[in-house]
């Protein structure tokens, strides 16, 4: 029996309409391949999501389903022709929970995390991802944890809960600590739910830095080309016998050896390319 008669068809005839545009993809002006990349992300997206809700939904809510989720998305790179170059995954705590803060370019920042997203770890989202679609059903059986980030003593109650999680239910949660995308070739200030987090749960810090994008990708410029990327995962920071009151130092810290590390493996060796011309000027498309 079909769940959504004529679904499965109306899925099959988008997906063969996309590759029939494929080719005229070659003809096309650069800014208009950008947009066309850019829909096919999210719509290919939303089209696995559709195939992984089923198969998700056999465990229920599960952060092993973001397994699933991780497998289903690691091909992207390939499609868009973009490298990415893990280094230091021997950093990553074996056997235990952990905190991981990593910076926030853009929505492609999926491809670099589905490439060293370790077992059992879970990233902090937007509330409203949540209804993304077919997306967003897939995050929340995956145990995405969506946070509202317009009401702070919200968002901090499901943060102590999380911190509670990561030690009972012995999981990882990964978090953008800048709070949202920023391309502008730097890293914005860190918010401090994260370290809170970490703090409370005694458990260490795991610092992970995506080079920029800015030779492949501005949205500025609508440009989208394929590139490299260097994933770097950086020795975890540990937080034993920490306080609350060591939060905006350690913030600082992790947040300063990161940009070190931005600079350092982004191509000019400041963390821009063409889009340094804009600086501050790069937004990303709200979700
Ligand atoms: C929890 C959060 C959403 C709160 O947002 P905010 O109010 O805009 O940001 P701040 O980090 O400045 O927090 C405000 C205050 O609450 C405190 N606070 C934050 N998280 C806390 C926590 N879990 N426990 C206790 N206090 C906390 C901060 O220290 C700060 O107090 P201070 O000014 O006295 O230092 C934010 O800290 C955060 O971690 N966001 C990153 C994750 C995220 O947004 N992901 C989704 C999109 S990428
Ligand atoms: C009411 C909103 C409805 C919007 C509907 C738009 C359709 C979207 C189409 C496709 C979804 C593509 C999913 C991309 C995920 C990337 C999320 C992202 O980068 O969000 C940005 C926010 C910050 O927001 P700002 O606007 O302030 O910049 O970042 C976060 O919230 C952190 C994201 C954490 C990533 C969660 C993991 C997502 C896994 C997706 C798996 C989907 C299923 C694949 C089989």
Redesign the pocket.
């Known amino acids: 029996m079909e769940l959504w008669p004529g679904a499965g068809n109306l899925l099959l005839l988008l997906f063969l309409l996309l590759l029939l545009l494929l080719p005229t993809l070659w003809f096309c002006s650069p800014s208009a391949k950008y947009f066309f990349k850019m829909a096919f992300y999210?719509g290919w997206?939303?089209f696995?999501?559709v195939?992984?809700i089923p198969v998700c939904a056999v465990r229920g809510r599960n952060v092993e389903n973001m397994k699933i989720?991780r497998l289903?998305?690691l091909h992207i790179k390939y499609l868009y022709g973009i490298r990415v170059e893990v280094r230091g995954a021997h950093h990553f705590p074996p056997s235990q929970p952990y905190v991981v803060v990593s910076n926030?370019q853009?929505?492609l920042?999926?491809l670099g995390?589905m490439e060293v997203l370790p077992g059992r770890c879970v990233?902090?989202?937007?509330r409203?991802?949540l209804?993304?679609?077919s997306?967003g059903l897939?995050?929340w059986l995956?145990g995405?944890i969506f946070i509202d980030r317009k009401r702070t003593g919200d968002a901090i109650s499901v943060m102590s809960e999380v911190a509670q999680t990561l030690l009972t239910q012995d999981v990882r949660v990964w978090v953008?600590p800048e709070?949202?995308?920023n391309h502008n070739g730097s890293m914005l200030p860190f918010k401090r739910g994260a370290f809170h987090l970490a703090v409370q749960a005694q458990v260490p810090i795991v610092p992970i830095v995506m080079s920029s994008y800015q030779d492949f990708y501005c949205k500025k410029e609508r440009r989208f080309t394929s590139g490299r990327c260097q994933v770097r995962v950086l020795p975890p920071v540990p937080t034993e016998g920490l306080t609350p009151d060591d939060v905006p130092a350690l913030a600082d810290r992790v947040r300063h050896s990161m940009l070190t590390v931005f600079r350092e493996i982004s191509t000019d060796g400041r963390g821009g390319g063409d889009c340094l011309k804009n600086p501050g000027g790069v937004g990303?498309a709200?979700?």
């Open positions: 999210n997206i939303l696995l999501a195939l992984a989720l289903m998305l926030h853009s929505s920042d999926l995390m990233p902090i989202a937007k409203e991802l209804w993304a679609g997306a897939a995050c995956a995405v953008f709070g949202t995308r990303e709200r979700l």
